[in-house]
């Protein structure tokens, strides 16, 4: 099977999201990377682009110059990741869709709830996939979290708690660190920095294994570093779709937590737990029973878990591994609309644009929440009311 021409903008030299793209792209020799805009300074863009092995005349100096470049070419590239800074995301993945690209955004999708809404309209319009990083959606044993609750394990769900909570950015000694401060400045960040960077990963989490959507919710943020004007902990409460009751906690200065993105759901019939930390082992408590742990890779799970999994049981499973399933949905994505066939249903599990969407009107509708003390505000945007 021949593979598909990928490329990539942002995530270079030094950058900490790149290599997982570049690995997780590449894990299934489904995608070949072709063509690049690696820097925003474009010497350096173009030459780590060579170093990584791609022809000079593809190594671009940047995103234009790529988008006039791929788009002139017969063998151009099926699908563009965009890892660049966030307030960049909207301007780039229009444009490439508009193009006829397909297009793997980085987190935040945009940075307000009309370009959200845009960017779905662009992918509808122009008939092309737009997917959104929530990679944590990507590991074996969160998709199998998703089937056990889709055929009815747990009963009805009752609650689902989640949370995304470091240490990371707890020390008040370093509130001028430039790679620190621009997160908590409304002129880089938007409303909101903690919520934004972190807590739409767990609401993702939650409506993803529940398929269930966020309807309305009600948060408490502070700033417990003053000097920052954005939230860096906020407790969000919220209800969603089908009924189920919602709870999240995300913090940046919760001292001694390293990760912290975790998901407990519990429903009429049983329990589950799961952390990203530990994704080898999701936690399975049915009602009157005794505690089950399900191990990722062991015999009988379901399709979904089965078709994400690639190393023998008892080994680790990583982020670029979940990275790496994302690329696997989307490239089974692109040869089936190439093809003209339905998707895979084990496949058609990647994020899309809508998901992108209706994280950036719940990060709006929690800033306007926490200002307003708690006061409940609806979390749909409005294309989806």
């Not at 229009?94 to 793997?104: C, N, P, Y």
């Not at 999708?109 to 122009?126: F, H, L, P, S, Y």
């Not at 409304?186 to 993803?208: N, R």
């Not at 899309?352 to 306007?368: H, K, N």
Request: hydrophobic share 40%; charged share 25%.
């Amino acid at each position: 099977m021949k593979k598909l021409q990928w490329g990539m903008i942002g995530g270079g030299e030094g950058s900490q999201i790149g290599p997982a793209h570049r690995l997780g792209a590449g894990l299934d020799g489904l995608f070949e990377f072709s063509a690049a805009a690696l820097d925003h300074r474009p010497e350096a863009g173009r030459q780590y682009g060579q170093q990584l092995g791609l022809a000079a005349d593809r190594s671009y100096g940047d995103w234009r110059e790529m988008l006039a470049g791929e788009s002139a070419r017969e063998d151009r590239i099926q699908l563009v990741t965009v890892a660049t800074p966030n307030s960049t995301h909207f301007e780039i993945t229009k444009a490439f869709l508009e193009a006829g690209f397909h297009v793997l955004c980085e987190k935040p999708m945009t940075m307000t709830v009309d370009e959200g809404e845009q960017i779905v309209r662009a992918a509808e319009q122009n008939q092309r996939i737009c997917a959104v990083n929530y990679g944590y959606s990507g590991y074996s044993l969160v998709r199998h979290m998703r089937a056990m609750i889709a055929r009815g394990d747990l009963g009805r769900i009752r609650l689902v708690n989640a949370e995304f909570a470091h240490g990371h950015h707890a020390d008040a000694a370093d509130a001028d660190n430039p790679r620190v401060r621009w997160r908590y400045d409304p002129a880089q960040a938007g409303v909101s920095a903690q919520f934004a960077d972190c807590g739409i990963h767990a609401l993702h989490m939650a409506s993803f294994v529940t398929g269930e959507e966020v309807t309305r919710l009600s948060a408490d943020t502070v700033s417990c570093i003053a000097s920052r004007e954005l939230e860096d902990d906020a407790m969000v409460n919220f209800r969603m779709s089908g009924g189920t009751v919602g709870r999240l906690w995300t913090s940046s200065i919760a001292i001694g937590r390293q990760h912290g993105l975790g998901i407990q759901v519990f429903g009429e019939k049983g329990g589950l737990r799961w952390s990203q930390e530990h994704p080898n082992q999701l936690y399975w408590m049915p009602l009157n029973e005794r505690l089950q742990i399900i191990e990722r890779g062991e015999a009988n799970l379901s399709p979904e878990a089965d078709r994400t999994t690639r190393v023998t049981i008892g080994h680790a499973e990583g982020m670029p591994l979940a990275f790496a399933n994302i690329y696997k949905d989307l490239a089974e994505a692109i040869r089936a609309s190439n093809e003209g066939r339905a998707i895979d249903p084990a496949a058609d599990l990647y994020p899309r644009a809508a998901d992108g969407l209706r994280s950036m009107a719940a990060v709006v509708a929690v800033a306007e929440s926490g200002a307003a003390e708690g006061q409940w505000v609806d979390a749909r945007p409005p294309m989806f009311r």
